[in-house]
């Protein structure tokens, strides 16, 4: 049971970057996604997440109008596109598989987004 994040790098402000999250070891049809981030120093914060079969949404207020969350559930892969970085968002971005309870049970590694001012 894995989950793999990727697409994380530097980017300028004002840029954009897609962060993906693919599933192995089991199927995400069931589960909630979330993303994460977690900048030095602070703790982990919720970013965005996702229902199980997509139709619910839901964005914290620092990403809304920026940071979409999406997912194929046919490709067994969760995304992040993010829009319109700031320096702020410098952090270790992570994907989880959940409930809608907000309980996630599996974590995949951290991909790190750099913005640059």
């Known amino acids: 049971v894995q989950l793999q994040a990727s697409g994380g790098g530097l980017v300028q402000a004002g840029g954009s970057l897609r962060l993906s999250c693919e599933a192995s070891g089991f199927t995400l049809d069931y589960y909630w996604m979330g993303w994460f981030c977690q900048a030095p120093g602070k703790e982990r914060e919720g970013v965005s997440c996702?229902?199980?079969?997509?139709?619910?949404?839901y964005n914290a207020d620092f990403v809304k109008g920026r940071f979409t969350i999406s997912r194929d559930n046919a490709k067994n892969t969760v995304y992040l596109q993010m829009n319109s970085l700031k320096p702020e968002d410098t952090a270790a971005y992570y994907c989880?598989?959940?409930?809608?309870?907000?309980?996630?049970?599996?974590w995949g590694r951290g991909t790190q987004v750099t913005v640059s001012s």
């Open positions: 989880a598989a959940g409930s809608r309870t907000g309980s996630y049970q599996y």
């Open positions: 996702i229902s199980s079969s997509g139709g619910n949404t």
